[in-house]
């Protein structure tokens, strides 16, 4: 089992409607859940992050985290052509006094259609 | 706010020859992270620093070394360069304390091309 697995993309919205973005993960130690999005040939950008099991709203974006299941969404609403990217998950452990690598997931690809 | 500088933004070399990429994190974060991202790849993540020593390590060629510095930049140290080391190289930081969220930025990214 891949240590993070995303829904395969490419994924295609029309503007205005909600994206969803799902991730699982097999490390339990992980504690921290971060989504990054990335345009092609720029650098991953940070837009949500996650720690507590529910829900984190942050504007258009939502965050859904269930450590039982292992599982971490990303639901973006009222999608953007702007949204088209590349979303990645990535869990982290994270210690305190000692910093552990982020492990991506192969990311989707979004593309949101005017 | 201040990000992550990273230079240069652009580097071709030749095989076999040597490269360094530098790394300055985000003022007061006091970790450095590496990541080497292939043509449709995610991020690999190479190696990390907290406080100036080693704290992780990943898939970093024996080729690659780094290290940081007092004033907290880092670099990375490519040797004998081969085709398959042309990717974007990503330097992220955060700040790593006890309670902290550690949150990963990551600098525009290094392009190195080897010929």
């Known amino acids: 089992q891949k240590e993070v697995e995303q829904n395969s993309g490419p994924l295609s919205v029309p503007e205005g409607a909600i994206a969803s973005l799902n991730c699982t993960y097999s490390?339990?130690?992980?504690?921290?859940f971060f989504w990054y999005r990335q345009y092609s040939g720029k650098s991953p950008e940070l837009i949500m992050f996650?720690?507590?099991?529910g829900d984190k709203e942050d504007g258009r974006f939502t965050a859904q985290l269930n450590k039982a299941s292992q599982y971490v969404s990303l639901l973006i609403r009222d999608s953007q052509p702007s949204d088209s990217a590349t979303y990645l998950c990535?869990?982290?452990?994270?210690?305190?006094?000692?910093?552990?690598?982020?492990?991506f997931g192969k990311g989707t690809l979004l593309t949101v259609n005017p | 706010a201040a990000g992550v500088i990273q230079s240069p933004r652009h580097l071709i070399k030749e095989k076999r020859e040597t490269a360094t990429l530098k790394c300055y994190p985000i003022?007061?974060?006091?970790?450095v992270y590496w990541y080497q991202q292939g043509p449709g790849q995610d991020p690999q993540f190479l190696i990390s620093?907290?406080?100036?020593?080693?704290?992780d390590k990943g898939s970093i060629p024996d080729r690659f070394s780094a290290q940081q510095f007092s004033d907290y930049h880092s670099e990375l140290n490519m040797s004998s360069l081969e085709l398959g080391d042309s990717a974007l190289y990503f330097c992220?930081?955060?700040?790593?304390?006890?309670?902290?969220?550690?949150?990963?930025?990551f600098g525009p990214g290094t392009r190195l091309t080897v010929t």
């Open positions: 992220a930081s955060s700040l790593g304390l006890a309670g902290s969220s550690y949150e990963q930025y």
């Open positions: 490390d339990r130690g992980s504690q921290s």
């Open positions: 996650i720690y507590s099991n």
């Open positions: 990535a869990p982290h452990r994270g210690s305190g006094g000692s910093n552990y690598k982020l492990t």
């Open positions: 003022p007061r974060h006091d970790t």
């Open positions: 620093f907290y406080e100036k020593m080693q704290s």
